[in-house]
């Protein structure tokens, strides 16, 4: 199993500016991914990040909106960059401990308000 | 167009009695097929994973079905109790990546 602090649980921020969500892991990972959910909608993989290349962005998803960095085994961030309303959402990252995305392991989550 | 559709009604029963929720999909063709739990404020919990060429699995109170025919999964919760209220969501694993439905909630009633 795996044990992820996210931080921050939540945030409340204006329009244009930018937060960055951390994403610490008790063992060491080869991937981890970040998620959103928005409100009454399923998660949606934003990029897969691993140690050492550069992310992974899944359609509709962008390096210059959502830069991530994986310096290390255990630790990810993700940034919402010149964020808008419609970024108000849940980030969440996660983990697979085993072989492929056969079970994954969530972060609580950031919640994310834009105004 | 590829979709996966969970019960989008919220599902309320009484306690003891057994709760089914249903994923449906079209367009896919899933490895596995796995459910997990997410409370309010909190990240999804893994609970089952179940593969294309396995019928039925199951895990204490829990039970999985995977129909590929169907294209369907029902998820069982037996002599459920109020503990047992959250959000169920099911995950297909195709192409080495998890594809969520939107979730069920289950409140389940003393």
């Known amino acids: 199993s795996a044990v992820i602090s996210q931080k921050p649980s939540r945030d409340i921020c204006q329009r244009g500016t930018s937060l960055t969500i951390q994403c610490q892991v008790d063992s060491q990972v080869t991937m981890m991914f970040w998620y959103r959910q928005q409100p009454g909608q399923s998660l949606t993989l934003i990029a897969t990040a691993n140690q050492g290349s550069e992310a992974t962005y899944e359609s509709g998803f962008v390096i210059d909106k959502f830069p991530i960095s994986r310096p290390n085994l255990t630790f990810s961030t993700l940034t919402v960059s010149n964020m808008s309303p419609e970024d108000s959402s849940i980030y969440l990252c996660?983990?697979?401990?085993?072989?492929?995305?056969?079970?994954?392991?969530f972060g609580s989550g950031t919640q994310l308000s834009v105004l | 167009s590829q979709k996966i559709e969970q019960n989008s009604e919220a599902l309320n029963i009484q306690e003891g009695k057994t709760a089914t929720l249903t994923c449906n999909y079209t367009n896919y063709s899933p490895a596995y097929l796995q459910w997990y739990r997410q409370d309010p404020g909190r990240g999804p919990v893994f609970l089952l994973l179940i593969r294309e060429n396995e019928k039925e699995k199951r895990k204490e109170r829990l039970k999985v079905t995977f129909d590929t025919t169907l294209k369907q999964s029902l998820f069982h919760i037996t002599a459920s109790q109020p503990a047992d209220s959250a959000t169920y969501l099911c995950?297909?694993?195709?192409?080495?990546?998890?594809?969520f439905g939107q979730g069920t909630e289950l409140s389940v009633k003393p």
């Open positions: 996660s983990v697979d401990m085993g072989e492929g995305n056969e079970k994954l392991f």
């Open positions: 995950a297909l694993g195709e192409g080495g990546k998890l594809i």
